[in-house]
């Protein structure tokens, strides 16, 4: 069985170039981007493993994106997986 997280490009929702990808089984995201580097840009990936840490990266990167648009594409990529999650929670329990 493969996960979402392995081929972001067809499973993810793109903000200006952070990628994100939300696994509804798991619980988690992944968060997908670019890194500035000393020759090129380096891919980077950062993983959720729950609401509450996304929650909680939200407000940094929200508070940091105020000054850099990289941070605020990441917050409102963390806002929509958190959005994600918990619309899927709510159906668990109902149903």
């Given amino acids: 069985m493969s996960s979402v997280h392995n ?3 067809s ?3 793109t903000f200006d170039g952070v ?6 089984i ?3 995201c992944v ?3 670019q890194r500035p580097g000393p020759c090129r840009d380096i891919p980077y990936r950062k993983r959720f493993h729950s609401i509450d840490e996304i929650q909680g990266a939200y407000q940094v990167q929200f508070g940091l994106g105020v000054t ?5 594409n990441v917050a409102r990529a963390l806002k929509f997986a958190a959005t994600q999650l918990m619309a899927q929670r709510k ?5």
């Fill in 7 to 9: 081929d972001p490009s």
């Fill in 68 to 72: 850099d648009p990289v941070a605020a």
């Fill in 26 to 28: 798991a619980g988690d």
């Fill in 91 to 95: 159906e668990d329990k109902r149903g």
């Fill in 11 to 13: 499973n993810g929702t």
């Fill in 19 to 24: 990628t994100v990808t939300v696994d509804l």
């Fill in 31 to 33: 968060i997908h981007s």
